[in-house]
Nanobody, 113 residues
């Protein structure tokens, strides 16, 4: 299984970005059944959980992003999407997608004030 993440970039505070993560090498039933998540990490700090969607479709968000970020998935494309709205400078981090025990390569999000 390989994860292919994209969509990072630089934006001003209040702006939006959409991250994508495609899971390659997984059959559809496995993709559907496994939890898919997004995490982020700031240099010098531990990686923190941002949001995840479980096999039954339930979605959870960290308090810090609740109401601003929206996690969705497209089973046919074996992909998840993290729509990030009302971005704040404190959202600046490298964002990683996760599928089971596999991690994507990380994509940098920079939010300037």
């Amino acid at each position: 299984v390989q994860l292919q993440a994209s969509g990072g970039g630089s934006v001003q505070a209040g702006g939006s970005l959409r991250l994508s993560c495609r899971v390659a090498g997984s059959i559809l039933s496995v993709f559907r059944a496994n939890t898919k998540g997004w995490y982020r990490q700031v240099p010098g700090k531990e990686r923190e959980w941002v949001a995840s969607i479980s096999g039954d479709g339930s979605i959870d968000y960290a308090e810090s992003v609740k109401g601003r970020f929206i996690l969705s998935k497209d089973n046919t494309k074996k992909s998840t999407y993290l729509q990030m709205n009302s971005l704040k400078p404190e959202d600046t981090a490298v964002y990683y997608c996760r599928f089971g025990s596999a991690w994507g390569p990380g994509t940098l999000v920079t939010v300037s004030s």
